[in-house]
């Protein structure tokens, strides 16, 4: 008799795209996939535990550690703190020994966010992070190294990637995985060189990134956010509350 294994999904299909985006999407009772995206699941890991690492999850893996960007004492400011890839790196940026700032919309995202880790919260509705950056730390300088954050994580665009030039200090860098406010953002370039920018764009995730994250959870270093779990029923109203911005972390929609 054949054994029965417990597997997470990856969703990225190599050859045709992601599911839920270039493809149907897996909030069904069942759904076909190739065998190159099953994952085994530690044995300690649950089906919800593992649901909510793609997509958000495994970028941020990959943005912070596949990609090493990210060094003990650094100051990090993360826009955006309270959906999935941000909870994300609040989480992994306090495992790396970071010094967290993290920026959200609402009074009950940021004691949320203080639950998490985070050092600092910023609402960006009444606070410039950016001025309160270099209020706090000093100005960024060109021919030292005082003043700004070592990291801004920004994927959001708009109106928020000028102010992230403003405030990284000399060598400092952005780390940019998408672009939810805008793709086009206005630009200015003397940041990059007379500071020494490092601009960082992380793409995805990959099998190493999720498998990466369900050893952790099961060895009881990291924890996903999980807003909540509903039925397939209620499979519009978990959408809802995501498009409204009414989640701290993830949605899982159990069949």
């Known amino acids: 008799m054949a054994t029965r294994e417990r597997v997470l999904v990856n969703p990225l299909n190599t050859q045709k795209g992601l599911m839920g985006e270039m493809l149907d999407g897996g909030m069904a ?11 085994r699941m530690p044995d300690t890991v ?7 690492l793609p997509v958000a999850y495994g970028t941020a893996h990959r943005m912070l550690i596949t990609h090493q960007t990210i060094k003990p004492g650094d100051k990090v400011v993360i826009l955006g703190a309270s959906g999935g890839v941000g909870t994300g790196c609040v989480i992994l940026c306090k495992m790396l ?25 910023l609402n960006y509705q009444e606070v410039d992070f950016s001025k309160w950056v270099i209020d706090t730390y000093g100005k960024p300088q060109r021919r030292s190294y005082a003043g700004g954050v070592d990291v801004v994580i920004n994927f959001t665009g708009g109106d928020t990637w000028h102010p992230s030039l403003r405030c990284v200090k000399r060598g400092g860098s952005i780390l940019v995985c998408g672009a939810t406010a805008g793709y086009d953002p206005p630009e200015d370039l003397r940041y990059i060189w007379s500071f020494e920018l490092k601009i960082m764009g992380s793409n995805s995730f990959y099998d190493e990134d999720l498998t ?18 509903l039925p397939l029923e209620q499979a519009r109203e978990g959408l809802r509350l995501i498009q409204d911005r009414e989640v701290i972390g993830k949605v ?4």
């Open 212 to 229: 990466a994250l369900m050893a952790m959870i099961a060895q009881g270093t990291f924890k996903p956010v999980i807003d909540r779990v």
């Open 29 to 39: 009772e069942y759904c076909r996939v190739g065998a190159d995206q099953l994952l």
């Open 46 to 52: 649950t089906f919800e535990a593992a649901a909510s």
């Open 252 to 255: 899982v929609i159990r069949p």
């Open 97 to 121: 020994g970071a010094e967290v700032i993290a920026c959200a919309s609402s009074a009950e995202k940021l004691a949320r966010l203080k639950e998490l880790g985070a050092d600092h919260v």
